[in-house]
C-alpha cells in the first residue's frame, strides 16, 4: 500500500512539475561562470527538478547504505554476545523468558 501510495503522489507531482513547465516556455538569460547564455524556462525547472531528485536519490542511497552497516555491525555483535556465553543466553532471550513468565 506505501509504494502504491508514493507511485501515485509521484505521477501527480511529475505532472504538475510538467504543467508548471510547459507553461513557461520563454528564453531568460542564464549566467554562467564566465558567460550568459539565452535558455528556454522550461529546460531550467525540467533541470533543477533532475539535479533535486538525483541529489534526494543520492542522499537516501547514503543513508540505506549506512543503515545496512549498522545492521551489520550489530548482528555481529548479539553473535559475539552469543558465543561468549552460551550456557546463559544473551540479555534479549533473558528478557523475553521474563516476559514470558510474567504474562
Same mark, same amino acid.
Not at 507553461?23 to 533535486?52: C, D, H, K, R, Y
Not at 556465553?85 to 523475553?96: F, I, M
Given at each position: 500500500?506505501?509504494?502504491? $501510495?508514493?507511485?501515485?503522489?509521484?505521477?501527480?507531482?511529475?505532472?504538475?512539475?510538467?504543467?508548471?513547465?510547459?507553461?513557461?516556455?520563454?528564453?531568460?538569460?542564464?549566467?554562467?561562470?564566465?558567460?550568459?547564455?539565452?535558455?528556454?524556462?522550461?529546460?531550467?525547472?525540467?533541470?533543477?527538478?533532475?539535479?533535486?531528485?538525483?541529489?534526494?536519490?543520492?542522499?537516501?542511497?547514503?543513508?540505506?547504505?549506512?543503515?545496512?552497516?549498522?545492521?551489520?555491525?550489530?548482528?555481529?555483535?548479539?553473535?559475539?554476545?552469543?558465543?561468549?556465553?552460551?550456557? $546463559?543466553?544473551?540479555?534479549?532471550?533473558?528478557?523475553?523468558?521474563?516476559?514470558?513468565?510474567?504474562?
Amino acid at each position: 500500500m506505501k509504494a502504491q $501510495t508514493a507511485f501515485i503522489v509521484g505521477v501527480i507531482a511529475a505532472i504538475l512539475i510538467a504543467v508548471f513547465a510547459v507553461m513557461n516556455v520563454e528564453s531568460v538569460p542564464v549566467n554562467l561562470l564566465f558567460t550568459q547564455a539565452e535558455w528556454p524556462l522550461i529546460l531550467i525547472i525540467l533541470f533543477s527538478v533532475l539535479l533535486g531528485a538525483i541529489v534526494a536519490g543520492a542522499m537516501s542511497v547514503i543513508k540505506l547504505h549506512q543503515q545496512k552497516l549498522e545492521i551489520k555491525r550489530l548482528r555481529a555483535s548479539l553473535e559475539s554476545e552469543r558465543a561468549e556465553a552460551p550456557e $546463559t543466553g544473551s540479555r534479549l532471550d533473558k528478557t523475553k523468558k521474563n516476559q514470558v513468565e510474567k504474562g
